[in-house]
């Protein structure tokens, strides 16, 4: 009878010890794996941030060429403005958040390639080297941000993929751990533009 109580209180601090070693190596697991979305997430900012730094130049090279459309550089300074008012905690990172995240930086996106289409109508703007280095800066940074999200949406979808399977899931709840959104694509690219050569 003694011996049997033992057998079973064995058994169960057996049960006890591998349920506390598989919760902190889950906890491990999972921190890790929150830290290189954190990462990626700050990769993401400072792309942008770069982009952020180079709207100011861009608006003085184009000032300086006379009689330039003042409304669409206004819209690029107010989109820069909302786009940098964003911030994001990595800790706490809903879908709205990103949301509205994506929402300022497609605004932003939107002014500069609008005021990208404007500058065709100035041709000595089209070959002032500033200009030029600009369009050459802003489209290496416009890939560099790309490939940041796609890093940060392959981080997330590791996270969240550890945070779903079996035990982790029971573990993730109970610790706290809470699955992160992806970023999106932008509202309308999966329609192709329509391009006429006027044939």
Known sequence: ?????????II????????VIKGTTTYNTLTTSQQQVNLALSQIETQYQRRYD?????VNTIKAQANFEQKTLTDVI????????????????TEEKLQQLQQSQNGLTQALSRLLMV??????LRTNESFINFQAQLEGIENR?????????????????LLKTFPNSIYAKILGFKTIP?????SGAQTAPVVDFGN
């Open 119 to 124: 500058t065709e109508n100035y041709p000595t």
């Open 182 to 186: 992806y970023f999106q694509a932008v």
């Open 1 to 9: 009878m003694r011996s049997k109580k033992l057998v079973y209180l």
């Open 78 to 93: 107010n989109a820069r403005a909302q786009a940098t008012s964003v911030k994001l905690n990595a800790e706490d990172l």
């Open 54 to 58: 180079l709207v100011p130049n861009l």
């Open 12 to 19: 169960a601090l057996a049960i006890v010890i591998f349920a």
């Open 145 to 161: 941000i790309a490939y940041a999200r796609d890093d940060f949406n392959q981080k997330v979808l590791a996270y969240n993929t």
